[in-house]
């Protein structure tokens, strides 16, 4: 039977011995790389969560949104690799989701609004504030994301809730809801 290939074919017809030719190109102690995220235990993973958020914060900074994201993502899932094992509701689970897996949601969120991907967006925050509802910035950045989808009622719901627990952001959020009336008087005015 063929393979389509006809030098596999005459391989095929006649096996002999193989020689591969490997080039080196650089040695590496096992400590000078990177291991592969399947390589690590949830011990190692942990350790780097802070290492990760921290990168990711850095190149949030630098405005470079989509390494960020990169980064976020995946401390997100090494929290989901961590906890995994975790009796739901224990304490350490709690810590992990609470310390680190809702700021990563949120940092993703952010990144994920400001490069105009607003569904994303508000599907992260929506994830974060599962975990912790009284999370300020993530009502906050919910109801930016949110109006971003034109679900305007829900983002007014987030940004009353965002001052409900901080009252300082009264005068920012009542800048949103203004911004907001204003989209939708000009989309009435558009529809006429």
């Known amino acids: 039977q063929s393979t389509g290939h006809k030098d596999l ?28 995220s399947w390589a690590l235990t949830r011990d190692e993973k942990e350790a780097q969560l802070p290492k990760l958020r921290d990168e990711g914060k850095a190149l949030f900074g630098r405005r470079d949104y989509a390494a960020a994201l990169d980064k976020f993502s995946l401390a997100e899932s090494y929290c989901a690799d961590v906890t995994s094992m975790d009796v739901k509701g224990s304490e350490h689970r709690r810590a992990v989701e609470r310390d680190m897996l809702v700021p990563l949601l949120v940092n993703s969120a952010l990144c994920l609004r400001n490069g105009g991907e607003f ?6 925050c929506a994830k974060a504030l599962a975990v912790d509802d009284a999370h300020v910035k993530a009502h906050f950045i919910h109801g ?6 034109w679900r305007l009622d829900e983002a007014r719901r987030e940004y009353a809730r965002a001052v409900e627990l901080d009252p300082t ?10 911004e907001i009336e204003r989209l939708e008087q000009e989309k009435l005015q558009s529809d006429r």
């Open 9 to 36: 074919d005459a391989f095929n017809a006649a096996p002999g011995a193989v020689c591969f030719e490997f080039e080196l190109v650089t040695v590496k102690a096992a400590h000078e790389h990177e291991r592969s």
């Open 144 to 149: 930016g994301a949110l109006a971003g989808c």
């Open 169 to 178: 952001l009264a005068a920012t959020v009542a800048k949103k809801l203004a």
């Open 119 to 124: 569904a994303e967006a508000a599907e992260r």
